[in-house]
């Protein structure tokens, strides 16, 4: 499980006084970036070095509760399976403990040119 | 059916070299507010006159291909189903005829506070 | 003078309920990708023939007064000086022929490596 | 001086490789709001109980060198001056304690209805 902690600021929301719908992904998407660094890994060292990119198959997600303006979130990753060109997470965000959105994400491992590539064997293990 | 045609600038894009994956749910959401504004209605007037916001509460989707710079993009949205105080969506988005991103949303009625509230009959109809 | 017209979506607001600051400068980049493009190029062509992209360099602008979710606003955009490597653009959004925006922005033509380079002479010739 | 630091996600880049040039507003306005929160104010505070708004009046900005994927930035906020109902600030963005962009804001007291007003004594005091 990783963790990453975030705060909504203006930017984040919009005119309904609450975070903007397609900005929980955004949020989703710096946790996944902090799990990979916290794994030992830079996104640019992943693109330079292994030719590989993790980009979004599927997303599955609803929305639970609306987060506002200085709400303090916490994104909550886990990785569900790992197979050999993909794997799925499970991404939650809470406020006070309590969740507000769940998801279920499938990324796909892919090379600079955009064509699927199995998941390099190290990172692979790390994943798992 | 209801299609709103939109063009990539860089806003949309990121360094990946396409679409940033969130920024599709921009996309629907922008042919969604044609599509009440089609049926005779403003985002304001269902506010003001209806107390009525409609507001996503599940999104499923799937990434098919990668939308680039100045892309021009087709998002066909279709009304799968009315219920009372919901809807559901399908809307995909399609590139010179080709889909590249598919889409099952489902849309929730709710007052200016934020509480589940009855679809307003004349939409309703409207929907169906 | 290239006009441009668009639309504002929930995503180009806040919920201080207007337009957010930084998305009069999206605004500002459609139009001028509009304007490049009515002159006959693409950004890609730019890119890809002529080995140039025009990066911002300065931005000078007054908030006159605040957009808001619904309104069609408009860009107005006229070049005003074309140098050897540069050139200088006044920007101006209306609503309803009422200036709510002003902006002076200085491009610069780079590379794509990004070092300075005199701009392609056929587009300055354009510019001018 | 207030510093604030950031990190650059995919969010925040575009297909030229580099953070968006709209986005480095985005960082000055949450270095702005985690500086009236240093300050000891909530803006949800400002907003309920002063009837009080700070909004961006203008901008002048430049763009020194560009920031990427995964750079750590910090934002240098110095309040230059404070009149009577708004305040100026002098914003630079730091990657490796060299300067890449530099911005002088002005912002403006508002109430919620969008009126200037006296920024609240209390407030003037700390902000001088």
Redesign the interface.
């Known amino acids: 499980m990783f963790n990453f902690s975030l ?1 909504v ?3 984040d ?6 975070v ?4 929980y ?2 949020f989703t ?2 946790a996944r ?1 902090n799990m990979i ?1 916290d794994l030992g890994f ?3 060292q992943l693109h330079d070095d292994y030719d590989c ?1 993790f ?9 639970l509760q ?1 987060a ?3 709400d303090i979130l916490e994104v909550h990753s886990k990785i569900i399976q790992v197979k050999n060109a993909s794997f799925e997470l499970e991404q939650n965000i809470y406020r006070n403990n309590k969740i507000i959105f769940q998801s279920n994400i499938i990324m796909v491992c892919v090379n600079t040119k ?1 064509k699927p590539k199995k998941i390099p064997e190290n990172i692979a293990l790390l994943l798992r």
């Open positions: 705060k600021y203006y930017e929301t919009d005119s309904g006084g609450v903007y719908y397609a900005n992904l955004k998407e710096r970036t660094q830079t996104l640019n990119l980009i979004v198959k599927k997303v599955n997600c609803e929305y609306s506002k303006l200085e955009g």
